[in-house]
């Protein structure tokens, strides 16, 4: 019974950070006064943050900003070997094949409005990530003779289940800072807009993940360098319990300042998983940076980067999309996308590979505990 009661404490313990991500950006709110109704709002159409115009002196300080993680991402990536295939690498499976002809099935429907798919217009976002996932595995699966499909199935299984949920927290920031909305799904009842959105939401984390396996397989580090990052090698302990509680501020105030913080929609997030993996004294990708975790940074932006690049090409021209409304830097657009808003990619794979850590970790102990009980 003592044993059980302290597993149940550790996991109220692991849940504090996303209790955090829920409660403080309301806690700004109502520090602030504003009614918490339209942040409540469900289904999330009504658009009530009025955003700043364009600013040349804002962004010029984000292009300076972003270059302070993307210029030692792009040169680690520039000094990466590229790894070629064994001679005697796998063939690409059938169910590759299958992905490709998904992908480019649903491609061509969700750009097209054939009178006689009308009804299913609005859902070719979800088979396009489908089939996407299924050819990164399969590609991965060409190049090393495994992958999560076919070697983690439980954990693969797992990332669809938990990428909705994680999406949706997303989501539910998004409505303090509002720099997206949806059309083509107006006309939805709010169980239909629910389902509607959350099966591509549950493609977010295997597409990432996916992708950076495939990464992984290509790529292999450059040589020894003293040049691991900007954070301490040797992380101090004040350093944890700094990002925390300016991270936790920061989640505070995004409904209160949305022009000035939006960035911390996705920087926040991260910061507080990190720090409190690291005062917990937990094994995490953000602290105590080796060359292995900087070449995995590196390796996992580049492949929120790439599934950024398809997301908003596919979205370009569906008939169920989003639009985005950033302020200062709502300019120069690759699709939808503002360009300097690709940046907010780079740590979001970081973002992935926290939660798909959380989630191998429970799909090992998972498997450990069932070998112990047939053994």
């Not at 669809?160 to 997206?180: D, G, I, K, P, T």
Request: aromatic share 20%.
């Amino acid at each position: 019974m003592l044993m059980k009661n302290k597993h149940q404490k550790i996991q109220r313990i692991d849940a504090i950070p996303f209790f955090l991500f829920l409660v403080l950006p309301l806690l700004g709110i109502l520090i602030a006064g504003k009614p918490l109704s339209q942040y409540l709002e469900f289904p999330p159409l009504t658009q009530h943050v009025a955003h700043a115009g364009f600013s040349w002196g804002v962004f010029a300080f984000f292009c300076a900003f972003d270059l302070l993680f993307a210029g030692p991402v792009a040169f680690h990536l520039w000094r990466c070997r590229f790894q070629r295939p064994p001679e005697s690498f796998h063939r690409f499976p059938w169910w590759g094949w299958l992905g490709v002809a998904i992908t480019f099935g649903s491609w061509v429907l969700a750009w097209t409005r054939f009178e006689f798919f009308e009804p299913l217009q609005a859902f070719t976002f979800s088979p396009l990530w489908f089939g996407y996932i299924l050819c990164v595995n399969a590609l991965a699966y060409r190049r090393t003779g495994s992958c999560m499909l076919t070697h983690q199935r439980f954990y693969f299984i797992l990332l669809f289940l938990v990428s909705a949920a994680f999406w949706w927290f997303f989501e539910y920031l998004n409505r303090f800072v509002q720099n997206w909305y949806y059309v083509g799904a107006d006309d939805l009842s709010p169980f239909k807009y629910f389902v509607f959105a959350t099966l591509p939401f549950s493609t977010v984390l295997p597409a990432v993940l996916g992708t950076y396996d495939l990464l992984n397989s290509a790529m292999a580090p450059p040589p020894a360098t003293r040049f691991y990052g900007y954070l301490p090698v040797k992380s101090p302990p004040i350093l944890p319990w700094t990002i925390l509680l300016s991270a936790c501020l920061g989640l505070a105030g995004i409904g209160i300042w949305p022009d000035l913080l939006f960035p911390l929609l996705w920087l926040s997030p991260l910061l507080i998983l990190g720090a409190w993996q690291a005062i917990r004294r937990e094994e995490t990708i953000l602290f105590n940076i080796t060359p292995e975790k900087w070449h995995r940074i590196c390796l996992l932006a580049v492949a929120a980067l790439i599934c950024g690049f398809f997301w908003e090409l596919w979205n370009f021209h569906s008939y169920a999309k989003w639009i985005y409304t950033v302020p200062f830097v709502n300019r120069f657009h690759l699709f939808e996308m503002p360009l300097l808003g690709y940046a907010g990619y780079l740590p979001f794979g970081i973002e992935c590979a926290l939660i798909g850590d959380l989630i191998k970790t429970f799909a090992e102990k998972r498997k450990t505990s069932e070998g112990i009980a047939h053994g």
